[in-house]
């Protein structure tokens, strides 16, 4: 099922959405590399959405969504479901919108991810990845209150919210007269790399758009393969919790089919040693989800030699133990 | 002894560094955090010196001071000590400037630091921090092969090297319209805060400039009060290892007087402490030496309420033992 482009993000739908994040978001620096461009033999550009508010670039589309809610909406609340970066997104949209929010989270959610969204006042009901579906649950909720399901990447205004990282990277490259020769992105239900790509070729139309998930959770990749949507086998198993969706979305997918030059997967091993190199060399905390486009370049599963480029990270949200285990290494 | 100020640094020594450093040191972003302004009641932003070059301010100094040594200078290579931040800013401007560089390291030094300083292709030389000089011993090895000795703090270069991050502070906060109120910074021997409040002082007269430094080590602190250069009892002992100089400067001690309004401690508990914080909330790693403003911040040591402030974070350059002894906290 091929959406129709009439009905697809523009580039002015993501410029709209970046003005209603204006001084709400944060505005991510776009770090050159030194380190790392020596060691890539390219000329390295780091997005660090880490560094934006909530520790992932979820905060972005979830307050793009929130913000446009109508007053009986709000007054009713909202639903949402996420392993925990979305979760957190909309727990503090929904915080600095004075909205009520209910987040479904998987009982192996980081328990960083899940202080959080208790910390930015939502209420968070556990569900098992394996045995329950989240989105039974969360729909439930919402039949039950008629409040609005708050996907984390099917939406429209979810899709450009996260573009507005993209947008931000094309703009902070034009100040430097940079033009990216190639972009790596994480993929989780691709709303970042979808709200991503479309700024990005809006703009700079020749620029490469990469794609990254984790072993065994490559429904994308075998998706743009196969040209229909695949689904992964298992729903749980990788440290990259933040990557874990079970399919590509209906919406995203045609956005991706679009833009996308390839997909690449790394492998938990992969993930963690750029989370240690991330630490070690860049002084950045990322998880190991968030660091995947960092793992594909250092496992070398991409020529970027003499190419200029940017990577995302999409999050910095990872309990100790995982990141001790990673600086064990 | 006061330095007669007509031989201290100025703003236009500090403009005229930059400039040498244009293109070749990393131009660390200014980061507001939002969520640090809540935590404190400020306006709060951070200047990230822990992703500039080697992970450390240090690099600013060391370029600066060796890419004015004259050709036979250069020839006859270069000496330095350092428990590791300025070793490894020695260690990179030297091998970028082809001189060869042997650096005097303490066997306490972190491992990070000393295979760091030999990845950049340096000469190390252990020395006991207890029972050994390292200033004799930098300078028998000068003495023989005629070599510079490159201090880490006494140098009118090494300072106004130091200084252009503080200016960048300036220039970073007057394009988002803002003027600071305070400005907090580790204190080892001086440099660095020395050369940001040349540049900060001499742009921004009102604003106040605070040093910090670990319990123990307060020299600067005590000689401030005293009115003379002061001695620490101990040499060793602390967590924060860039910041255990013995005393100020000859030449830091009288810019400090000038400028400084006052000198905060922080025990290595408290450090810790912002380490975690770093890593939890904002995402970026910190050594304890390089977080104690933060560590000063966090335990209520000044009162910031309303102010518009920056902090600095001098360095991000610690072994995952004492890293993971502060996520334990």
């Known amino acids: 099922m091929i959406m129709p482009e009439s009905i697809m993000p523009s580039l002015q739908d993501i410029q709209k959405a970046a003005e209603r994040l204006n001084g709400v978001a944060t505005r991510t620096p776009l770090l050159p590399s030194i380190i790392l461009s020596e060691e890539l033999g390219a000329q390295v550009f780091i997005k660090p959405e880490n560094l934006q508010r909530v520790g992932a670039f979820k905060f972005r589309g979830a307050y793009n969504r929130l ?107 034009q100040e430097l007269g940079i033009t990216f020769d190639q972009f790596f992105c994480p993929i989780g239900g691709g709303g970042l790399i979808s709200g991503c790509a479309t700024a990005i070729k809006g703009i700079s139309p020749a620029t490469e758009i990469y794609g990254i998930e984790p072993e065994g959770f490559d429904d994308v990749k075998r998706s743009l393969e196969m040209g229909s949507r695949q689904s992964n086998k298992q729903q749980a198993g990788s440290l990259c919790d933040a990557l874990l969706s079970p399919s590509p979305g209906i919406n995203t997918f045609p956005i991706m089919q679009k833009y996308l030059e390839s997909v690449l997967t790394v492998n938990d091993d992969e993930a963690l040693v750029a989370v240690k190199y991330a630490w070690d060399k860049l002084k950045l905390v990322v998880e190991p989800g968030g660091a995947v486009a960092l793992a594909a370049l250092l496992a070398g599963k991409v020529d970027v030699r003499e190419k200029t480029i940017c990577l995302l990270f999409s999050g910095g949200n990872v309990d100790a133990a995982i990141f001790e285990l990673a600086l064990g290494r």
């Not at 910390?119 to 969360?138: H, M, Q």
Request: proline share 2%; net charge negative; hydrophobic share 40%.
């Open 67 to 173: 913000c446009q809610l109508s007053d009986t909406e709000k007054a009713r609340g909202v639903v949402a479901f996420s392993s925990g970066n979305h979760a957190q997104g909309v727990a503090l949209a929904a915080k600095l919108l004075d909205i009520h929010a209910i987040i479904v989270m998987p009982t192996d959610a980081p328990v960083m991810k899940r202080d959080n969204t208790l910390g930015y006042g939502a209420e968070v009901i556990e569900y098992d990845r394996e045995t329950e579906s989240r989105e039974e649950i969360a729909d439930a909720i919402a039949a039950d209150r008629k409040s609005v399901v708050v996907s984390s990447f099917e939406d429209f205004d979810i899709i450009t919210g996260q573009g507005t990282a993209g947008l931000e990277i094309m703009e902070q490259g």
